[in-house]
């Protein structure tokens, strides 16, 4: 089946660093890939959406200067987190869809969990 | 923001009985999917159900959806202590998909 990886898959980073997360489609090329985070015992939010060749499409609330996002080619797309602070602690996962469409399933990585000291 | 409303939050049962989870959803969709995540982990896609589909199954899961209701359930039969992880419907309007607040299910041995 699809597999998407993310790595890392932990980091641990003191505050006011920049920390960067890769997500690759590994059997498949993902025109549009997502990124969510998770805080503890709570459901995903979809941060931003992640168009190859294009400028990211970000969530109301998320600030697109602190949560940079590249999706510089179809199996790739990066998700760095800027000047991160202690509230930027969480579990952030990216997915794919492999068939490039809406109405595909949606596959996701395993999930980096970032702690800011 | 999320889009769907799941319960129960948590449920607690025994092995090889029954776990029935259900999701509310607010807007018109064209597909539902049903997550697993145990703690800490990744997700892991259980079943796509299609807004024309009233009934998929896979295995011990059968999903139903009520377009009219905007609901679906997730039926697990003959659960499994190993079936313990928290699980999330999914909706996809156009390219988005939003994740509903995710039911905690514990299977007793």
């Known amino acids: 089946g699809a597999v998407v990886s993310q790595h890392p898959s932990w980091v641990i980073c003191k505050s006011g660093t920049s920390v960067k997360i890769e997500c690759r489609s590994l059997d498949f090329q993902a025109t549009t890939m997502f990124w969510y985070r998770q805080f503890p015992k709570q459901s995903l939010m979809l941060m931003a959406t992640?168009?190859?060749?294009?400028?990211?499409?970000?969530e109301q609330g998320v600030e697109k200067d602190k949560f940079l996002i590249n999706h510089a080619s179809l199996t790739l797309s990066t998700l760095t987190v800027t000047s991160a602070h202690p509230e930027d602690s969480s579990f952030y996962i990216c997915?794919?869809?492999?068939?490039?469409?809406?109405?595909?399933?949606?596959?996701f990585g395993p999930g980096t969990r970032l702690t800011v000291l | 923001s999320q889009q769907g409303e799941e319960d129960p939050q948590a449920l607690s049962i025994q092995e090889g009985e029954n776990a029935t989870m259900n999701c509310s959803y607010k807007t018109s969709i064209n597909n539902l999917q049903w997550y697993r995540q145990n703690s800490g982990r990744g997700l892991v896609h259980l079943i796509l159900i299609r807004s024309n589909e009233r009934e998929k199954h896979s295995g011990r899961l059968r999903v139903t959806l009520d377009t009219s209701k905007k609901s679906s359930s997730l039926l697990i039969t003959a659960s499994r202590a190993a079936d313990t992880a928290s699980y999330f419907c999914a909706t996809t309007i156009n390219n988005d998909m939003r994740f509903g607040a995710g039911t905690r299910l514990t299977v007793k041995p």
């Open positions: 992640s168009n190859e060749g294009s400028k990211a499409t970000y």
């Open positions: 997915s794919a869809h492999r068939g490039g469409r809406a109405t595909d399933t949606q596959y």
